[in-house]
């Protein structure tokens, strides 16, 4: 009786690979530029860089007077509670204010006041990189 051996490949097909791989650059491509999407708000400019929006819970207040906690609209009324909810729940230790340059500086101060009644004393203002005016 004959007996046939079976050899081990000696090589490895990479065409597979390369496949995944590319598909997968393709993708990354692509939803790279959609993960910076967030609330559109025209902030003021100033020199000073300091805080980055990543390192604390970000309020925003859009031109038409609503209400954000990250990313999430908020009622005014319900907004000192839900503001503390997520700043105990996140463990971040800044709330970062975005206000559109459009809305009234009254309106502003009004949503500070809250984050202080809130019981959060640690507070930022986030605003475009640009010149000074």
Do not use: H
């Amino acid at each position: 009786m004959k007996r046939s051996r079976y050899t081990a490949i000696s090589e490895i097909n990479v065409t597979n690979l390369v496949d995944v791989t590319l598909v997968l650059l393709i993708i990354f491509m692509i939803t790279a530029p959609l993960l910076r999407s967030g609330i559109e708000v025209k902030l003021p400019e100033s020199e000073a860089r300091d805080v980055q929006p990543k390192e604390g819970t970000t309020v925003t207040l859009r031109e038409d007077g609503s209400i954000y906690i990250n990313d999430s609209q908020v009622d005014p009324d319900q907004f000192e509670v839900r503001l503390l909810q997520q700043y105990q729940e996140s463990g971040r230790k800044l709330v970062l204010l975005k206000g559109d340059e459009r809305i009234p500086y009254g309106r502003v101060v009004t949503v500070m006041d809250m984050i202080k009644g809130a019981g959060i004393s640690n507070l930022g203002l986030l605003v475009e990189p640009g010149r000074k005016q």
